[in-house]
Each structure stands twice: as C-alpha cells, then as structure tokens.
C-alpha cells in the first residue's frame, strides 16, 4: 500500500492499518501532541484507533508548538 505522509510517498507492506498503526510504524514521538489530518479532514485524537488509513491516502502529522515572550532588559 502507497501513502503519502507529509508530501513524501511511503510503501507498507500492510493493506490497511489505522492511524494509531501508522503513528506507531512512523516512530511518531510523543503521538498525543500530533495532530493528523486524513486527505485534508482532520482526524480526532479519539478516532485515531478506528479511523482506517487506505492505498493511496494523503496523512499530515501536523506539531502545534506553543509560543513565548523573549524580554529584552
């Protein structure tokens, strides 16, 4: 199965797996962090386990990073 994972295409040797597999397959650290989006819909975090990834799907792992405040004295 071919799927592209943050615009890069990878092959897996499985048919079908779920979001929850592909994180775990991807080394994705700190998973809970991530944020996916399926085809351009983002997924929730609650459905990553049922939500059913296909040949030829497009997922984005998307890090939202918090921001800070530099003072300058």
């Known amino acids: 199965m071919k799927v592209v994972i943050n615009g890069e295409v990878k092959e897996f040797q499985q048919n079908n797996m779920s979001i929850t597999q592909l994180l775990m397959l991807e080394d994705v650290q700190m998973p809970e962090t991530v944020s996916v989006q399926l085809n351009e819909e983002f997924i929730s975090q609650d459905s990553y386990a049922q939500t059913e990834i296909k040949d030829?799907?497009?997922?984005?792992f998307l890090y939202f990073m918090g921001g800070g405040c530099i003072k300058y004295a």
Not at 56 to 60: A, F, I, K, T
Request: proline share 0%; no cysteine.
């Open 56 to 60: 030829g799907d497009e997922v984005n």
